[in-house]
Every structure is written in structure tokens, then in C-alpha cells.
């Protein structure tokens, strides 16, 4: 009983997509963005919030394992750290070393961009900087930014290149005239206090006067000793007070507070050289960051969570884009952006976005010169689907409030355990009332890190691989290549399931980078056959595991070119189609048993390309007997591949005149003359009556155009009929 309450604990699979990409990003390089794709807002807010939960926990393990010469410091207040922080600011450089620009440990801060809060204003990316102001505010407190604005920042260091140096000193004095500011400043300080207690204690001098002799001499030389006492009093009470009066300054108008002005006034906010100061604000903290690198000795790197940015205005999405590719990818910046949308509403509204022209402005093109890492968390599966549904349906709560009972729960199962009567049902039924996309599991995933990182060196190493020439030459492909690797491997080995050849994990992750479009075409056509055998209990060639992807890919290139005016953003995105094909059919033979191994571990292919294709094929078909089932249109790739007596067949089943069957065999019509000919001159040869030439159309040709606005949710078909698609054919085919 105990093993049964256990199994529904056991981690579901956005938990393991969490635990890979947490993984993944601890061993990322800043600057860095991932985009994070879902349908479901819900599925996103929880692998967000399972992902920090894991990314605190590593970054926890790696301290504790950590067995350096000088540990990490402490990162919850205290007085000691506050005033070595202070003087360290005041009287000291960090000097940029290789040992401290490669610390082992790591802290992350996350910062929740919420881009709906910040919809209402013109310039919605300036929301970014202010919400990082308001983190960094929170996580090292304002005194110490404006204390470090104040004593260390120099704006002029921007354009000058940072110097790594060799050695083990990570800290070099401040000097004034080759003396140590902090010696000078012990100086300003001790001195005038030790004639000032030497004053008072002891008096001025009062020397004596001779009889006849003036006072002026004398009272001039008290004098000049009282100046030279109140100068050197005045020296550092001067620079005292000039500190002091910055601090302020600084303290009462911060950048956050100048922000929000200049995008409140639209004279400012209108001028180029706005967004160029926040740009310097942006480099401000940047340069914090790594002043408190080298305190902290560790690697801090800021986790910027950007969310519902796919409600927002095409122009406003396009700014924010564009703010992540200038303000937050700068070569040492340390921040991590995480953009967690759905993607097929951001593809959409970024294609109608004002300025939209060329084709490196559309939805994907911007996006790939932006994302360093794609996630796009995979559909469902049914007991999933059916998990949720039954927590859906059993309760009135909201499923992310229910998390909280999990733990008393789990407490009360554990410690019931005795009693199997009485503790497995109650334990059963309120798991089963938990939602299981929320609820944390206590079953650890026990990945090795060790063993991830050798196989992706070994996969990146391996010199003998044919994989490097269909490599694309941008190191930002390379990257996201790199990192896919790294999740695909985390994520297999937390199902449990057996590692292919590692070079056939790099080739699928490599073919899903680089041929997008015709992975995801491949994939729907396995999806169909599967479908449609399960329909008709027939075509159980089609569905045979060890069938190449070539092959299901040459079976339906045609129809792919039919659809290829309604998809040309989605083949725009695939590399050289003869590369395609000795990729598959010379280097790396897939078959559909592979295909259903990576399905599930690929997170690098956007699942929104698929749905479309699969709108355009018209899988979403009726799948009554009725009427609907005899005259809903044929797949274009059906009707391709029918010879003449296909055609009869079909004629035969849709209970035709056998007169026309006899048409067809003497002018030896098959399924390409039907899909190429020309629809007029079909009917005269036919001779129909105006029924049945209605129904052949809707069969054999598709949709007529003038119906098809109103009928296209009722019959799932090209949202362009099959001979007008089948014009732009006559040309050239598919290789």
C-alpha cells in the first residue's frame, strides 16, 4: 500500500521538463534567451515555478559540494558583511581575474516582468528596466546601489576593455597621488582629531611678552595656527559633506523614479537618446553585478521572466523584443531572459506588426536572432490529459490552490502507512483530487551530472561525426544546438528511457534546428497514418516502425508543395532541401521507431508549425459514417497517389453510375489528372447531372471558393481548394 501511495507521488513529465531546463541553465552563459513556448498559461506559470525550485536547490548542492581554498559569502544580512561591503566600495577596485570571472558557485535572481501591468504605457520596454531596478533594490539594497553609483561607477569605463589578469589578488587599493585612499582618509580623519584633543586638552599657547613689545607678532602666529587647525578640519568635513550630498541626491532621485518620468513625458521619451540612457542604466547594473561577483565569490546571474507578452499590441511586442536584443545582450551582461509565451499568437501578431517587410522582420526570423535556447514544452499525453480533466472536474478550486495540501497529505499517508484500510483510500482519493501539472512530487530525479556532461563532450567532441556539415555557420545556432543537446539527454535519462548512439541525439536535435518545417510535416503524416489506421483498421504498411522518415517524407512531398504557397514562412525557416535529403538518407536513416523515441524529449521544435500544417491538411476531419464521411474532401496525398482504378473504386463506394467508372478507365483518369486538370473541362467530359457533379467536386477537387468562408469550420479542409493549389504545381515538383 505504501508503494502504490508513493507511485502517485511520482514526478509527471513537466516536472522533468522543469528539473532539464533548470539544469541546463545553471551551466548556460550569460547573456542568454530562452523561450519558453506553451498553449497553456498554466503549464508555463508551473514549470516557471518548479525551475526556480530546482535551480535553488543546485545552486545549493554546488556550494555544498564545492571544496575551494575561499567559500562563498553569505548571502542573508548581517552587520559584518554590510561594513566589509561599505569598505570595499569606498577604498577598493575589483580586479578582474580569471578565478573570479569563473566561479564554480552560482546565485540566481529572478525578476517577474509581467508585460500586460506595464501594456498601458507608450513604451512598454522601458517597464524591463524598471523592474530590474526594483529586484536589484530588493535583493542588495538601495544604499548599497547608489554607495556603488557614488564611490565606484565610472561611465566613461564602458568604451574601455575589461582587462582579465593572472594572480590571486581580486582587489587593488584606490590611490590619490600613489597614496592608498584608505590611508589617506585614516589620515584626514586621525590627524586633525589628535590636535584637536592635543588643543583642548593642553590650550593654545600663550608665549610671553616682553615689557615695550607688541602683541600683533604673537597674536598673528595664534592665528595662523588656529587657520592651519580649522583647514585641516575642513579638508575631510568638506569631502564628507560633498559624499553626503550625492548620496542624497542619488537617494531621493533614482533611476527608476527618472524612468518613469521620461516615459511619462512624451517630449523625452520621443528623443533617440532615451533609450540610450537607459541602455547606460542597464550597463550600470551590469557593472554592480560583477563588483558583487567578486564580493560574493560567486557567478550572479539575474533570471528575467517575461510573461504575458502575447496579449499585449504588435508593436509593443515587437519593442519588447527588440529592448531584449540591445538593453539585455550585451557580451557581459548577466542576465538570463526566460520568454514565456505562446508562440503561435506571438508569431501572428508579430507578422501584422507595423515595419514587417523584409524577411529577417518576420515572426520566426526575429526570433532566432534573439532566442538562445527554444523550449517549447511537448503536448499532453493522455493520462496526463486525463489526470487533469478528473482534477478539473472534482473540484471548484482553482488547481494552483490546491498545491497546498499536498505536503499534509503526503504527511498523513507516510504516517498512516499501518493502517492500509483507512489511509490508502483517503491518501488515493485526495491525491487524486490534486492536479498533477501542480502538486510537487517527492520523488527525486536522480540524474547524474556527471554522466550528462560527458556525453554531451563526447556528442560536441567527436570529430568522426558527419553532423558538423549540416551545422549552420551562426553561433547562435550553435548555441541553442549545444544546449538542446545538454536537455534532450537530462530529459531521457529522467524518463528512464535508453539513450540512442549519441551521435543520433545530435543529428535529431540537429535535424529540428535545421529543418523545422519538414520535421514537423514528417511527423503529422506518421500522426495521420496512425489516425486514420485506427479508423479504418487498414494500412498497417504505413505505420510500420522500421519505415524510414525519407520514405513517409517522399510519399507526401507533393502534397507538401501543393500546400507550399500557405506555408511559405514555415519552409522559409528550413535549410537546403538536398542537404535534407542526404541528411536522411545517406548519413542518419531515422525511422518512425526513432521518431516515437525523440517525440517526446523534443523540445526544440515549435509545436505551433505542426498545428498549422495540420490545419491546412484537414486532419480535424468528421469521423461519422454518415453523410459526412462520403462527401468530406479526400487528403490531397490520396488522391496523388490513386491510379484510374482507385478512382473507380471510389466512384463505386460513393454509389455512382457505373457509366462514369467507364469514363474514367477509357480516358484513363487517376488521381493526378483530377488534381492537375482543369475542373471544366472535367465536368463536360463526365456529363453529370448538377448533383452529382456537386458531390464529385466536394469529394475529388475540394471546397468551391465561394463557399468556403462560411463552411471552412464545418469541413476541415485547405483553406484554398485543391486545383487552385495544384496551379503553381505544373512547374516544377518537389525533389
Known amino acids: 500500500m505504501f508503494h502504490h501511495t508513493f507511485i502517485m507521488y511520482k514526478s509527471t513529465k513537466d516536472d522533468i521538463y522543469a528539473y532539464a531546463l533548470s539544469k541546463t541553465l545553471t551551466k548556460v552563459s550569460s547573456p542568454a534567451t530562452v523561450g519558453l513556448y506553451s498553449e497553456c498559461q498554466n503549464r508555463i506559470n508551473m514549470i516557471l515555478r518548479q525551475m526556480e525550485v530546482n535551480m535553488k536547490q543546485e545552486t545549493s548542492r554546488i556550494e555544498q559540494e564545492y571544496k575551494g581554498k575561499f567559500k562563498p559569502r553569505s548571502t542573508s ?115 586633525p582629531l589628535i590636535i584637536l584633543v592635543f588643543l583642548l586638552s593642553f590650550g593654545y599657547p600663550s608665549p610671553e611678552i616682553e615689557p615695550g613689545q607688541g602683541v600683533n607678532g604673537t597674536t598673528g602666529q595664534v592665528d595662523m595656527l588656529e587657520g ?114 505562446n508562440p503561435e499568437v506571438l508569431v501572428q501578431k508579430v507578422n501584422f506588426a507595423d515595419g514587417c517587410f523584409s524577411k529577417e522582420d518576420r515572426a520566426y526570423a526575429l526570433l532566432n536572432s534573439i532566442v538562445t535556447l527554444a523550449f517549447t514544452v511537448p503536448p499532453l499525453c493522455e493520462d496526463s490529459k486525463r489526470s487533469l480533466f478528473y482534477s478539473l472536474t472534482s473540484n471548484s478550486k482553482i488547481p494552483e490552490d490546491i498545491s497546498t495540501r499536498t505536503d499534509k497529505v503526503r504527511r498523513r499517508g507516510l504516517k498512516n502507512k499501518s493502517s492500509p484500510d483507512v489511509s490508502s483510500v483517503e491518501t488515493g ?52 544546438v549545444i544546449n538542446s543537446i545538454r536537455m534532450t539527454v537530462i530529459i531521457m535519462k529522467a524518463l528512464k528511457r535508453e539513450l540512442p548512439q549519441p551521435d543520433y541525439i545530435a543529428a535529431w536535435v540537429v535535424m529540428a534546428n535545421q529543418w523545422p518545417c519538414r520535421l514537423s510535416w514528417i511527423i503529422q503524416c506518421v500522426e495521420d497514418a496512425q489516425q486514420r489506421a485506427n479508423i479504418d483498421q487498414s494500412n498497417v504498411a504505413n505505420i510500420d516502425d522500421l519505415k524510414t522518415l525519407w520514405k513517409v517524407f517522399s510519399e507526401s512531398r507533393a502534397e507538401l508543395y501543393v500546400m507550399s504557397t500557405q506555408i511559405e514562412d514555415l519552409l522559409e525557416q528550413d535549410g537546403d532541401p538536398e542537404m ?112 452529382e457533379w456537386a458531390t464529385f467536386r466536394l469529394h475529388f477537387l475540394g471546397l468551391p471558393s465561394h463557399l468556403r468562408p462560411q463552411y471552412k469550420n464545418m469541413l476541415p479542409t485547405p483553406p484554398h481548394s485543391q486545383h487552385q493549389l495544384a496551379h503553381h504545381y505544373s512547374s516544377s515538383m518537389v525533389k
Open 429 to 480: 482519493l485526495e491525491m487524486k483530487e490534486s492536479n498533477p501539472l501542480i502538486d510537487k512530487p517527492p520523488a527525486a530525479l536522480d540524474v547524474k551530472e556527471e554522466e550528462v556532461e560527458m556525453l554531451v563532450k563526447s556528442i560536441v567532441a567527436n570529430n568522426d561525426s558527419n553532423i558538423n556539415k549540416y551545422m549552420s555557420e551562426d553561433a547562435m545556432s550553435m548555441r541553442r
Open 228 to 341: 592651519l587647525v580649522i583647514a585641516s578640519l575642513g579638508v575631510p568635513a568638506a569631502s564628507a559633506l560633498r559624499f553626503i550630498f550625492l548620496m542624497v541626491k542619488n537617494l531621493i532621485f533614482n533611476q527608476d523614479v527618472n524612468i518613469k518620468r521620461g516615459m511619462d513625458n512624451e517630449r523625452v521619451s520621443s528623443q533617440l537618446g532615451f533609450m540610450n540612457e537607459v541602455r547606460k542604466e542597464m550597463w550600470f547594473l551590469s557593472c554592480f553585478i560583477q563588483f558583487m561577483e567578486v564580493f560574493e565569490r560567486r557567478r550572479i546571474r539575474v533570471v528575467l521572466k517575461i510573461t504575458t507578452l502575447d496579449r499585449c499590441s504588435p508593436k509593443k511586442i515587437v519593442a519588447v523584443l527588440d529592448a531584449i536584443n540591445i538593453l539585455l545582450s550585451d557580451e557581459e551582461s548577466p542576465f538570463i531572459s526566460i520568454l514565456a509565451v
Open 77 to 191: 544580512p548581517s552587520l559584518t558583511g554590510f561594513l566589509a561591503l561599505i569598505g570595499r566600495m569606498l577604498f577598493y577596485r575589483p580586479i578582474w581575474t580569471k578565478e573570479n570571472q569563473h566561479h564554480h558557485n552560482i546565485r540566481f535572481i529572478y525578476v517577474h516582468f509581467s508585460a500586460w501591468h506595464f501594456a498601458g504605457s507608450d513604451l512598454l520596454w522601458a517597464g524591463i528596466a524598471i523592474r530590474l531596478f526594483q529586484a536589484m533594490q530588493m535583493n542588495f539594497g538601495t544604499l548599497q546601489l547608489i554607495l556603488y553609483r557614488v564611490a565606484q561607477h565610472i561611465e566613461e569605463e564602458e568604451v574601455k576593455k575589461k582587462i582579465v589578469e593572472d594572480g590571486t589578488n581580486h582587489w587593488r587599493s584606490k590611490k590619490v597621488c600613489c597614496c592608498p585612499v584608505w590611508l589617506l582618509g585614516l589620515s584626514l580623519l586621525v590627524v
Open 580 to 691: 535534407f535529403e542526404t541528411f536522411l538518407t545517406v548519413d542518419f536513416k531515422f525511422t518512425i521507431k526513432d521518431l516515437k523515441t525523440f517525440e517526446v524529449v523534443t523540445v526544440n521544435l515549435d509545436h505551433t508549425i505542426r498545428k498549422e500544417l495540420a490545419q491546412i491538411r484537414g486532419t480535424s476531419r468528421l469521423k461519422d459514417s454518415g453523410w459526412m464521411r462520403k462527401l468530406a474532401p479526400l487528403p490531397i496525398t490520396t488522391i496523388i497517389n490513386m491510379n484510374t482504378e482507385d478512382v473507380c473504386k471510389e466512384l463505386e463506394r460513393m454509389e455512382y453510375p457505373s457509366k462514369y467508372a467507364d469514363i474514367v478507365r477509357s480516358n484513363k483518369l487517376n488521381g493526378s489528372a483530377l488534381v492537375f486538370g482543369d475542373a471544366d473541362d472535367l465536368k463536360n467530359l463526365l456529363d453529370m447531372t448538377l448533383g
